[in-house]
């Protein structure tokens, strides 16, 4: 699926949807509704997470290799991850940034893609600085 970039405003108390001064027509809506209902929860990710039901693009991996993080140590984040900032525009996929612990407590920060799918894919993943972040989960 290609995705294009532009900026939609959603107005459901008037149930409409507009791209800048265009009012779009109901299959556009419909048809932008079920993308946003193609997002994948919180909860699957998680057990997508847990049963190592994921992908590393090719960036995740060189990442895990640099900062020895183990397919372990991801599939252990499942059991307490948390969705910290949500980025639906971004670039290429919508995705958001979580947090998790493992099993060690070792807190990791997961870049995801929000796409429904059967595996999560993992775009980015590191220790949070805790110079960079208050209880690793706020930017400071």
């Keep these: ?7 939609l405003y959603l107005y459901p108390e008037k149930n409409n949807i507009s791209r800048g001064n265009e009012l779009l027509s109901q299959s556009s809506r419909n048809k932008i509704g079920d993308f946003f209902k ?3 929860s919180l909860e699957t990710t998680r057990q997508q997470l847990i049963s190592g039901k994921f992908d590393l693009t090719r960036h995740a ?5 640099e900062r020895n993080i183990s397919r372990q140590e991801i599939m252990e984040t499942g059991n ?3 969705i910290i900032e949500d980025y639906p525009d971004d670039k290429y996929t919508p995705s958001c940034l979580l947090l998790g612990f493992t099993q060690a407590n070792r807190p990791l920060h997961l870049q995801t893609s929000r796409l429904d799918s059967p595996r999560t894919t993992i775009i980015t ?13 706020q930017r400071r």
Excluded: A, D
């Design 125 to 137: 993943l590191y220790e949070p600085n805790e110079n960079e972040w208050i209880n690793y989960s």
């Design 80 to 82: 307490n991850v948390i």
């Design 61 to 65: 991996l060189k990442r895990v290799v």
């Design 38 to 40: 193609q997002m994948k």
């Design 1 to 7: 699926m290609k995705l294009t970039k532009f900026n």
